[in-house]
């Protein structure tokens, strides 16, 4: 499984480079393996009940979205700092609102979390592309 999440941000990075160029693909890349590999922290953490792990990688993670908030807003005035960081904490939030449930062995509020995070996802996306088709209405 983490193959495969790690997989989908270079998927993510690549996208991005008809737009933006190698460098920059490959550094977005870079910023969503590292998302992936915290998120994995933050679930052991979770699991083995250490709170303090647990605040360390959550710092972690939100410096990481700040960091893919800021690279993002660089790149595309459409994408605003502040809304790009708003909509990545909320993203961080759903996912732990999933895995705490599922470690929990509370289904049905991983399968609500899981569908707000779907949701969450789509208008992140949306977000990014509508960016995107606003800098480059030519491509499209």
């Known amino acids: 499984m983490l193959a495969r999440l790690l997989k989908n941000q270079q998927d993510i990075g690549d996208a991005i480079k008809p737009y ?13 393996r590292e998302h992936i590999l915290i998120a994995g922290k933050v679930v052991e953490a979770a699991k083995a009940g250490n709170s303090l792990e647990l605040d360390k990688a959550n710092k972690a993670w939100h410096r990481n979205a700040d960091d893919i908030a800021l690279f993002l807003s660089k790149a595309n005035p459409n994408w605003p700092n502040q809304a790009l960081k708003d ?31 779907e949701d969450h996802i ?15 209405p030519d491509k499209f």
């Open 20 to 32: 933006y160029g190698e460098a920059a693909g490959n550094k977005l890349t870079e910023l969503l």
């Open 87 to 117: 909509l990545l904490y909320t993203h961080l939030q759903v996912l732990t609102e999933a895995a705490t449930a599922r470690i929990a062995k509370n289904w049905e509020a991983e399968i609500a979390a899981t569908d707000k995070g």
């Open 122 to 136: 789509i208008k992140l996306a949306d977000t990014l592309s509508t960016g995107i088709i606003k800098q480059f």
